[in-house]
C-alpha cells in the first residue's frame, strides 16, 4: 500500500505522524511511504533523513493525496483535503469524531475508512498504539514546567544565610498519564505535591512518586478501561465542595481530568479561584485539544489563553504534546505504525474486524459513519 503524510495544516500544530524510524518499519513491511516536502521541520525531522530510510519525497498535496492508499496525520484532515481522497482510502489521525463532525460526515461520503486514535481501548494488548496516553506524558510534563515558568515563587526548598524558602506546594487533579507525568515533574523540581484522582487505584501510583494521595469522602469512580467513568452532577458538586480548601492552599494547580469523547469535568470554580492566594498559578490541561474542544476542569479557563484573575493566572494551553515535537512525533510515529501493522498482512490492509482493537477505533467505513 502507498502511505502518505501530509504536512500538518491545524495552527500551531508542530508535530508528524512519521518519522525516519517508522518509514523503516512501514517499507520493511511492504508498503512505499511519501511525505509531503518539508512535513516535519517544525519537528526537526528532515526531508534526507526520511528518504535515506525509504521515502519519497513529494512537493505537491494534492497528489499526493490522490494517490494515498493510507493517510497519517497527527490532527484530522481538513475538509478540503479529504475530497482529494479516493474511494476506499483509509485515514489514521486524533480525529476525534465528537469535535470534528464536518470532517466525519466528509470521510463518509467519499467511502473512506477511518480510524481514530483517541478511541483505541486502553487494554494491554493496545498499548504500543496508545496515542493519547504518549501524548499525555508530554502533556503532564509541560504542564509543570509552563507553571514554574509563570510562578511567582521557586519550586524547591533552599536553606540560605538569608533565609529559608519553602519549597511550591503543587497539587495534581487527576492522576492519569499527564497526571501522573506532572507529580513526577514537580517532584524533580523540589516542590512538595498532592494529588488526587476519583480512581482509588491511583492512589499506589501517586505514592510512588513521593506525592501525597487526597483521600476525599467519595465512591470511587472506574470507568470502562481504566478511565474515570462520567460523574454525576451531585458527586462533582461534593468533590468540589471537598477539594476546594486544598486549592485554596496550593501555590500551584495542574488539572489533567479528562473522560474520552465528553466535556471536561469542572474540578476549579470561580469561586475556587477566589480563595487562591495572588501569584497562584492554574495549568488547566482540561482544556487541552486531545483532551476537550471547549472549556477546562476550571471554570474560567480559556483554552489557548493565559488570564489573571485576582493576582492568580490561569493557563489553558491547547495541544501542550506540540511543544516538544520531536520527541511527542516519535512517539506517535510508533503509535500509528503499530495499529497500521495490526491491520495490514503482506503489504495489504486485511483488518479483524472482530478484533475489539480494530472495531473500538474505526470511525467510518463503507460509506457510513460506525463509531459508538
Known sequence: ?????AQESAEGERRIAVVPETVATLTGAG?????????????????????????QIVTERAQLL???????????????DISH???GAITISFLQPWAHGNAVRALAARSVTSFSLDLVPRISRAQSMDALSS??????YR?????????????PLFMTAAGTVAPAKVLVLGAGVAGLQAIATARRLGAMVTAYDVRAAAGEEVRSLGANFLELELSTQ??????????????????????????AKADVVVTTAAVPGKPAPLLVTAEMVAGMRAGSVIVDLGADVEAAEGGGNCELTRGGETIDVHGVTILGPRNAA???????????????????????RGGQFEPQWDDEIVTACCVTRDGEVVTR
Open 135 to 140: 501524548q499525555a506524558l508530554v502533556a503532564g
Open 31 to 55: 508498503h512505499d511511504v511519501w511525505v509531503q516536502a518539508g512535513a516535519g521541520l517544525q519537528a526537526f525531522v528532515l526531508d534526507d533523513d526520511l528518504a535515506a530510510r525509504g521515502a
Open 85 to 87: 481522497l479516493r474511494a
Open 322 to 344: 506540540s511543544s516538544y515535537p520531536l520527541h511527542a512525533s516519535s512517539l506517535y510515529a510508533r503509535n500509528v505504525a503499530n495499529l497500521l501493522t495490526l491491520m495490514t
Open 1 to 5: 500500500m502507498r502511505v502518505v503524510v
Open 66 to 80: 490522490q494517490a494515498a492508499d493510507v493517510v497519517l496525520s497527527v490532527q484530522p484532515l481538513p475538509v478540503g
Open 143 to 155: 504542564a509543570v514546567l509552563i507553571a514554574a515558568s509563570t510562578a511567582p515563587r521557586l519550586f
Open 222 to 247: 472506574e470507568g470502562e478501561g481504566g478511565y474515570a467513568r462520567v460523574q454525576s452532577e451531585d458527586f462533582l458538586a461534593r468533590q468540589r465542595d471537598l477539594l476546594a480548601a486544598q486549592v
